[in-house]
T-cell receptor, first 116, second 111 residues
Framework: NAGVTQTPKFRILKIGQSMTLQCTQD?????MYWYRQDPGMGLKLIYY???????DKGEVPNGYNVSRSTTEDFPLRLELAAPSQTSVYFC???????????????FGSGTRLTVV | GQQVMQIPQYQHVQEGEDFTTYCNSS?????IQWYKQRPGGHPVFLIQ?????EVKKQKRLTFQFGEAKKNSSLHITATQTTDVGTYFC???????????FGTGTRLKVLA
């Protein structure tokens, strides 16, 4: 059981380049999320999805785009990369009932992105 | 919007000492979650609290949800070096499936 898989693990981008961060989960979870974590800081929600074909903005969506064509995959697209997007990006998924004691996120291992 | 404050921001303790982190919200919460992130790692789900005044234990960890459901605490008894990391609370914004993370408390345990 792989859980949440993110690729790549590391990436260096030049200013203005674009890239897609991949995220896939094999737990049949409806809810998927993208967070970014700047060094020594907390997690900020970028985008989330409550099911295939449905996405919505989080706290810091500017400069990013997402799509959710299948339950398993939730890629994050960076267009025109900027130094301010240097961060660690975490994908997460969640399933179960809202009041279930196991209603927590399962996180991927993260993508460390540097924009130079 | 929803704001979640965690205190303290940092805590250094001697191995064997106790540790507590607090999470405070400006609004009433439907539930609260706690996560642990080891240095260089990803957050790992610890627990979810739902009921007012709820207290749950996991070995040396005790989690509490306030009576008014606006605050929560995580207490570690007799810390060990394996407890090192950052502890985050996360709360759901009202009526949505979005969880907002607290600022985190970074714990260092000195052997």
């Amino acid at each position: 059981n792989a859980g949440v898989t993110q690729t790549p693990k590391f990436r260096i981008l030049k200013i203005g380049q674009s890239m897609t961060l991949q995220c896939t989960q094999d737990m049949n979870h409806n809810y998927m999320y993208w967070y970014r974590q700047d060094p020594g800081m907390g997690l900020k929600l970028i985008y989330y999805s409550v099911g295939a074909g449905i996405t919505d903005k989080g706290e810091v969506p500017n400069g990013y785009n997402v799509s959710r064509s299948t339950t398993e995959d939730f890629p994050l697209r960076l267009e025109l990369a900027a130094p301010s997007q240097t961060s660690v990006y975490f994908c997460a998924s969640r399933g179960g009932l809202r009041t279930s004691p196991n209603y927590g996120y399962t996180f991927g291992s993260g993508t460390r992105l540097t924009v130079v | 919007g929803q704001q979640v404050m965690q205190i303290p921001q940092y805590q250094h303790v001697q191995e064997g000492e106790d540790f507590t982190t607090y999470c405070n919200s400006s609004t009433t919460l439907s539930n609260i979650q706690w996560y642990k992130q080891r240095p260089g790692g990803h957050p790992v789900f610890l627990i979810q609290l739902v009921k007012s005044g709820e207290v749950k234990k996991q070995k040396r960890l005790t989690f509490q949800f306030g009576e008014a459901k606006k605050n929560s605490s995580l207490h570690i008894t007799a810390t060990q070096t394996t407890d090192v990391g950052t502890y985050f609370c996360a709360v759901a914004t009202s009526g949505t499936y979005k969880y907002i993370f607290g600022t985190g408390t970074r714990l260092k345990v000195l052997a």
